[in-house]
C-alpha cells in the first residue's frame, strides 16, 4: 500500500511559478509509475502529466505542455512537478497517483493523494 501527500500549492498570479511535491511511504517508490492530476471546480479530473517508474520516460497533457514539468526523486520518495507560466485555468486540486504498473496518461492509477489546491490569479 503506497501513500501519497502532496504539497506545494497556494495563490499565485498568473504567470507565476509553483512547485507541486509528493511524498510517498510505503512499498519501494522506485518500483512505482506516478502522475499528477488536476480536478477544476464543476469539472473532470484531467491527466497533468506523468512519469515511468525510472524518470526515463515522461508524458504531459496538451494543456501543460512546455510550461509544466514532472520529475521525481527516488531516493527521496518525492515526486514533483515543476509549474511555470500559471494561468487562471490551471487552477485546480492537484493530485498525484501511483501505480505498479505502467498506466501512463491514463486514469487507471491504484493509489491517490488527497490533493493540494492551486489558485491562480488574473
Known amino acids: 500500500q503506497v501513500q501519497l501527500v502532496e504539497s506545494g500549492g497556494g495563490l499565485v498570479q498568473a504567470g507565476g511559478s509553483l512547485r507541486l511535491s509528493c511524498a510517498a511511504s510505503?512499498?519501494?517508490?522506485?518500483?512505482?509509475?506516478m502522475g499528477w492530476f488536476r480536478q477544476a471546480p464543476g469539472k473532470e479530473r484531467e491527466f497533468v502529466a506523468a512519469?515511468?517508474?525510472?524518470?526515463?520516460?515522461?508524458w504531459d497533457g496538451d494543456s501543460v505542455k512546455g510550461r509544466f514539468t514532472i520529475s521525481r526523486d527516488n531516493a527521496k520518495n518525492t515526486l514533483y512537478l515543476q509549474m511555470n507560466s500559471l494561468k487562471p485555468e490551471d487552477t485546480a486540486v492537484y493530485y498525484c497517483?501511483?501505480?505498479?504498473?505502467?498506466?501512463?496518461?491514463?486514469?487507471?492509477?491504484?493509489?491517490w493523494g488527497q490533493g493540494t489546491k492551486v489558485t491562480v490569479s488574473s
Open positions: 497517483a501511483a501505480d505498479s504498473g505502467d498506466p501512463g496518461a491514463t486514469m487507471l492509477y491504484d493509489y
Open positions: 512519469i515511468s517508474w525510472s524518470g526515463g520516460i515522461t
Open positions: 510505503g512499498p519501494t517508490f522506485s518500483g512505482y509509475a
